[in-house]
């Protein structure tokens, strides 16, 4: 018999991969979303035939219980939450709603209607904020600086104490930043990739950037989903950061994304400081020996060739839209 599987936030970049993941394997996928009068089925529209979409809400108990009785899932993962952190500053209580009590509301769900389930939470390395150590590791102490970190805690926590109080098979994946194609041009890796794109193509002839020094511990996309599969095929459930566990500069990033369209990317990008951040004293890099050892995961791209993937990627699509 096929597995089943239940994504939460299947129209994101994660759980669209990870749905793609999934049915590669045979799975029987199930996606659970939020209804709404303007569609957002966008990034899965290519595997409408291989999902069965289920409506439900992370802030309505019954929906969750209802879909998870409806679909008797195997494994459930995660992915959906309030994400953006400046809205995590003006919405902070729906923040909470969503990030944490949705997570509350999830496992009382499964602990209630499919104990048996398997559950990943996304946890993310907000929750570490100012941290004390880098690169940080799985006991790194949670110190949250925005209500999406504080939010993404609470959410982590729970899934801990499920697993110990009730004996859950939950477990958490603190993932680091995670790009891919399909990412929005409001980030940096596929701002950088995109403007190269164009430029390259004559469709563009500058790209204003904020701090160039500012580092990130950036993974693909399709690894990161990888690591999370990984985590729910193992006896035991435990906690694992997914990172690239290495850190590079938007500056790295920018002239690697240039050389792969052949041009000097000092003759197009200016500094604009409205892009700037207003504290980056710290350092988010997270250590993924324990992920390497136990599971023996590791990324697959290297920060090299994720720049060339996207790069290639938007050379592509752009040249398309133009024919
Ligand atoms: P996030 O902050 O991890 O959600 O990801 P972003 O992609 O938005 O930002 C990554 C880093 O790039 C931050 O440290 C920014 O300060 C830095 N950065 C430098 N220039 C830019 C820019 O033009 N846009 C964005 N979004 N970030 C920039």
């Given at each position: ?16 991969y ?6 590669d394997?045979?799975?029987?996928v ?23 979409i ?6 309505d ?22 994400s ?6 003006t ?19 499964i ?13 993310s ?51 680091y ?36 020094d500012?580092r990130r ?44 369209v ?18 980056e ?10 992920i ?20 290639d ?11």
């Amino acid at each position: 018999m096929n597995k089943k599987a239940l994504i939460t936030g299947v129209t994101g970049q994660d759980g669209s991969y990870l749905a793609e993941l999934l049915i590669d394997k045979g799975y029987q996928v199930f996606g659970l979303v939020r209804r709404s009068s303007t569609s957002n089925l966008e990034r899965i529209s290519h595997l409408f035939d291989h999902i069965q979409i289920l409506c439900g809400d992370l802030l309505d108990q019954s929906s969750l219980m209802d879909v998870i009785t409806d679909s008797q899932p195997d494994e459930i993962y995660n992915l959906a939450s309030q994400s953006y952190v400046p809205l995590s500053w003006t919405q902070p209580a729906l923040t909470a709603e969503y990030t944490a009590l949705g997570v509350s509301r999830l496992l009382e769900s499964i602990r209630r209607c499919k104990s048996d389930a398997k559950f990943y939470q996304a946890s993310s390395s907000e929750v570490f904020g100012q941290p004390e150590e880098s690169p940080q590791t799985e006991r790194t102490a949670f110190r949250p600086r925005n209500p999406y970190g504080v939010a993404k805690a609470y959410a982590h926590w729970m899934t801990v104490n499920y697993r110990q109080k009730y004996n859950l098979y939950s477990c958490c994946g603190i993932t680091y930043t995670h790009e891919s194609p399909r990412r929005g041009t409001e980030f940096v890796f596929r701002k950088i990739t995109h403007a190269a794109a164009q430029i390259k193509l004559g469709l563009a002839n500058e790209l204003k950037l904020g701090n160039l020094d500012a580092r990130r511990d950036w993974c693909y996309a399709k690894d990161a989903v990888y690591a999370m599969w990984l985590m729910l095929q193992q006896e035991k459930a435990d906690d694992y950061i997914i990172a690239s566990g290495e850190t590079h500069s938007v500056k790295e990033l920018v002239e690697c994304a240039f050389n792969c369209v052949g041009l000097d990317w000092q003759d197009y990008v200016s500094v604009d400081y409205a892009f700037y951040r207003p504290d980056e004293s710290v350092q988010l890099v997270g250590s993924i020996d324990k992920i390497k050892t136990e599971l023996g995961w590791q990324p697959e791209y290297s920060f090299k060739q994720l720049v060339e993937l996207m790069v290639d990627y938007d050379l592509k699509k752009l040249t398309n839209n133009r024919a």
